[in-house]
């Protein structure tokens, strides 16, 4: 596929994932799809292996994110390789602390379907906003 055949899949990957479309969304990814999110102490942290995984991280996220994307992102490519910088800004619904996020997504398409991920946000402005302290409280 031509370099932006894959721009326009991940184009359509961020838009089914604005709009709240996970069939969309799974639609796009190859089966064995990893997605990778670094950090700790946050609930979406880690390494996320095939669909039912990556549903169920989209469920996750919908249950404790609120998220909007005030600035369309950039993207970058080159061959398979679609970067995709962006900003986000949101709420924490356990918490309600909101956050801000500078991020990148370093994707990779082959056969016209996303094989990696590999997000990296501010782990730290997330954790902050996820971070309950010890009474259990906000």
């Known amino acids: 596929m031509s370099t932006e055949q894959n721009v326009q899949i991940v ?60 600035k369309a992102p950039e993207f970058v490519a080159q061959g398979d390789r679609v970067l995709v910088v962006g900003f986000a800004k949101g709420n924490v619904k356990a918490t309600n602390k909101p956050f801000e996020d500078d991020w990148v997504f370093a994707m990779t398409v082959r056969d016209g379907k996303l094989t990696n991920i590999r997000e990296y946000v501010d782990t730290q402005a997330l954790a902050r906003a996820a971070k309950m302290d010890a009474s259990g409280r906000a």
Do not use: N, Y
């Open 11 to 70: 184009k359509d990957f961020f838009a089914a994932i604005g709009s709240g479309d996970k069939e969309g969304v799974l639609a796009l990814v190859a089966d064995d799809i990893e997605w990778i999110i670094p950090g700790e102490d946050w609930p979406l942290a880690g390494t996320h292996r095939g669909r039912p995984a990556l549903a169920a991280l989209l469920q996750k996220t919908s249950e404790t994110m609120e998220t909007s994307f005030p």
